[in-house]
């Protein structure tokens, strides 16, 4: 009897590895980027503490821009992938904005975000491309997942205006006392506090951008 061969799908060898590769690298860059800062962070230690070649690092990473880029993006995605979920989208406007606010004080103020925040105003004048990385892969970011939830709002005819303008908005009301309270180390917006912030900020934006009634 002949022996039997196992035939394997062309591309399936190897992805597993390449998946932990990566993973690896992401959590390796991820603690060094925050340990060290990133222009102390170079390819070769991150490729060194994901135990993996620098040539490894530079194919599944382009740059150590890329790689940072993808850090904070990652972040983002995962904080506010319930945003986009229909169970959000079809709660009333109040809870819609409720569900925002609590994903964006959740992101901002958490400690990995604050830590990398922390880096970009440290290293702004050495690493100046740092901010339009944070910018573009964070802040607008954050503010076209808020937008899209304030769009259906819009349509519904419960706001009235433009919808990047009105997340703006709400995003800086938000914000606004949380962060000064973390910057002086005053105790933290958390649990019923931060809701209540939440709702009030809400409540403003509802009022503010009312549709006007015709005479």
């Given at each position: 009897m002949s022996?039997?061969?196992t035939?394997?799908?062309?591309?399936?060898?190897?992805?597993?590895?390449?998946?932990?590769?990566?993973?690896?690298i992401?959590?390796a860059?991820?603690?060094?980027?925050?340990?060290?800062g990133?222009?102390?962070t170079?390819?070769?230690?991150?490729?060194?503490?994901?135990?993996v070649?620098?040539?490894?690092v530079y194919r599944?990473?382009?740059s150590?821009?890329?790689?940072?880029?993808?850090?904070?993006?990652r972040?983002?995605?995962?904080?506010?992938?319930?945003?986009?979920?229909?169970?959000?989208?079809a709660?009333?406007?109040?809870?819609?904005?409720?569900?925002?606010?609590?994903?964006f004080?959740?992101?901002?103020?958490?400690p990995?975000?604050?830590a990398?925040h922390?880096?970009?105003?440290?290293?702004?004048?050495?690493?100046p491309?740092?901010?339009?990385l944070?910018?573009?892969?964070a802040?607008?970011?954050?503010q076209?997942q808020?937008?899209?939830?304030?769009?259906?709002?819009v349509?519904?005819?419960?706001?009235a205006?433009?919808?990047?303008?009105?997340s703006?908005?709400?995003?800086?009301?938000?914000r606004?006392?949380?962060?000064?309270?973390?910057?002086?180390?005053?105790?933290?917006?958390?649990?019923?506090?931060?809701?209540?912030?939440i709702?009030?900020?809400?409540?403003?934006?509802?009022?503010a951008?009312?549709?006007?009634?015709?005479?």
């Amino acid at each position: 009897m002949s022996p039997q061969h196992t035939t394997l799908r062309p591309g399936t060898r190897g992805r597993p590895t390449d998946m932990a590769k990566h993973a690896a690298i992401m959590a390796a860059a991820q603690t060094l980027f925050m340990e060290n800062g990133y222009a102390a962070t170079s390819m070769e230690r991150i490729a060194d503490a994901a135990q993996v070649s620098k040539l490894t690092v530079y194919r599944h990473f382009q740059s150590k821009d890329a790689l940072f880029a993808e850090a904070v993006a990652r972040k983002c995605r995962a904080m506010l992938n319930d945003l986009g979920t229909e169970a959000t989208r079809a709660q009333e406007p109040a809870a819609m904005l409720q569900a925002a606010g609590e994903a964006f004080l959740g992101l901002i103020l958490h400690p990995e975000a604050l830590a990398m925040h922390q880096i970009i105003v440290s290293e702004r004048q050495r690493s100046p491309e740092l901010g339009a990385l944070f910018f573009n892969n964070a802040i607008a970011f954050t503010q076209a997942q808020v937008t899209a939830l304030v769009e259906i709002l819009v349509e519904r005819g419960v706001l009235a205006g433009d919808a990047a303008e009105i997340s703006g908005d709400y995003l800086a009301l938000l914000r606004h006392r949380p962060v000064l309270h973390q910057e002086f180390g005053i105790p933290p917006f958390e649990g019923t506090t931060r809701s209540a912030h939440i709702a009030r900020c809400a409540g403003v934006i509802l009022r503010a951008y009312a549709p006007v009634s015709a005479p």
